[in-house]
């Protein structure tokens, strides 16, 4: 049996935030819409996506998101999870970068 998969991208604070959550619904809150069983990658040892660590930190903790509705951007059913993402709402840019590596020594 296939589970429903949703990727929600919102607007928050200058950001657009990119969220996969297994349950999207109207909230009970008028003009607020639910989104529920959030989905982060579990990476063991190294960080991989650094972003996929900052979302897991600020959201990790979460039963349900209660998202006002002009802040939804788009809510899209997919088949399978993708990257999730933190972009710059004017340039579109991702605002967590990846860790420099350092230089190889001489």
């Keep these: 049996m296939n589970k429903t998969l949703y990727k929600v991208t919102f607007l928050n604070h200058g950001k657009i935030y990119e969220l996969y959550a297994g349950r999207v619904a109207s909230g009970s809150l008028w003009g607020f819409t639910e989104v529920a069983d959030l989905q982060f990658d579990v990476h063991d040892g ?10 897991r930190d600020e959201f ?14 788009r809510i899209e059913e997919v088949e399978k999870k993708g ?5 710059d709402a004017a340039s579109g840019e991702k605002v967590v970068t990846p860790f420099p590596m350092p230089a190889k020594p001489r």
């Design 83 to 87: 990257q999730s993402a933190i972009r």
């Design 60 to 73: 990790g903790g979460t039963k349900v998101l209660h998202l006002p509705m002009q802040s939804i951007v």
């Design 46 to 55: 190294l960080v991989v996506d650094p972003t996929e660590e900052r979302l």
